[in-house]
């Protein structure tokens, strides 16, 4: 069973129903996004679109709206600009020529997800089940419960987040004090694995940044959290590494300079 997305132009069309996501548009003749959440259910995902190649979650790809070379334009910055998988929007008759339009400009199929357009029965696009290229989510009717409303149905993981780039901790060549510079990935986090030397529970983190930032340390396998400032040109204490902990994520909240990070007692 996938996941339900509604979408419509006339934001009342949303009352009384529940769903795991709903989309709108951030420009266009009905820029209904900015409203959005407060016209569906606490907790559901929101999704927003472009029609005219602004920056949004998605790209409409239609008649009226922009072409495939465009969008694909569009897709390459937003990739570019470190925003995992962007949402092309397009009718299931169109999205070979979209493909590669895409290809054209370096994307590949697995860097975007795809949102058909198909409108006949509840499924998702797939050689096998309409003879249309694999789509990630299918907008299959219009005519949703009566209303003027569109319902899609999405991927158990459309929703998936961005995989963490491992960062340097994750070769055990570390010593203490040394100070090595960590390499975030497009979604501004990097995974260090913790030596087991360095995880008991007498060792620390300690960051440094030449330009001052904030960031904040997750350790994953202990469900604790710790945000720190680093001042300009300074070496902050950092942070106690728990017993046993293996594994952390450090997030740049905000950053001017790269951030290095050594194990310290």
């Known amino acids: 069973m996938g996941l339900v997305m509604y979408d419509t132009i006339e934001v009342s069309q949303f009352a009384g ?32 679109i472009s029609v005219l190649g602004n920056p949004a979650d998605c ?37 070979t020529a979209m493909f590669n339009a895409l290809g054209a400009v370096g994307v590949k199929r697995d860097q975007v997800r ?16 309409c003879g249309y290229p694999q789509a990630d989510g299918t907008q299959w009717t219009d005519r949703a419960h009566g209303r003027n409303l569109d319902q899609s149905e999405l991927e ?26 960590l390499e975030f990935g497009g979604n501004n986090a990097a995974a ?3 030596p087991n030397y360095f995880a008991d529970g007498n060792h620390r983190l300690r960051f440094g940044c030449s330009q001052g930032a904030q960031i904040k340390v997750d350790f994953l396998d202990m469900g604790a959290t710790w945000t720190g400032n680093l001042d300009y040109g300074s070496k902050n204490e950092g942070v106690k590494i728990p017993k046993d902990c293996n594994f952390v994520v450090v997030r740049k909240v905000s ?9 310290t007692t």
């Open 156 to 181: 158990e993981n459309f929703f998936q987040q961005a995989p963490v780039t491992p960062g340097p901790g994750s070769q055990e060549w570390w010593y203490e004090n040394e100070m090595i510079q």
């Open 59 to 95: 790209i409409d790809v239609e008649p009226g709206d922009v072409n495939n070379s465009q969008g694909a334009a569009w897709a390459r910055k937003r990739i570019d600009e470190g925003h995992w998988k962007p949402i092309v929007y397009t009718s299931a008759s169109n999205a």
């Open 114 to 129: 795809y949102w058909s357009a198909h409108y006949t029965t509840l499924h998702i696009c797939s050689p096998s089940a």
């Open 17 to 48: 129903l529940t769903m795991d996501a709903a989309a709108g548009y951030v420009d266009g003749h009905w820029p209904t996004f900015p409203t959005l959440g407060h016209h569906v259910p606490p907790g559901t995902k929101l999704v927003s």
């Open 192 to 194: 260090v694995v913790i």
């Open 255 to 263: 950053a001017s300079g790269p951030i290095a990070m050594c194990f």
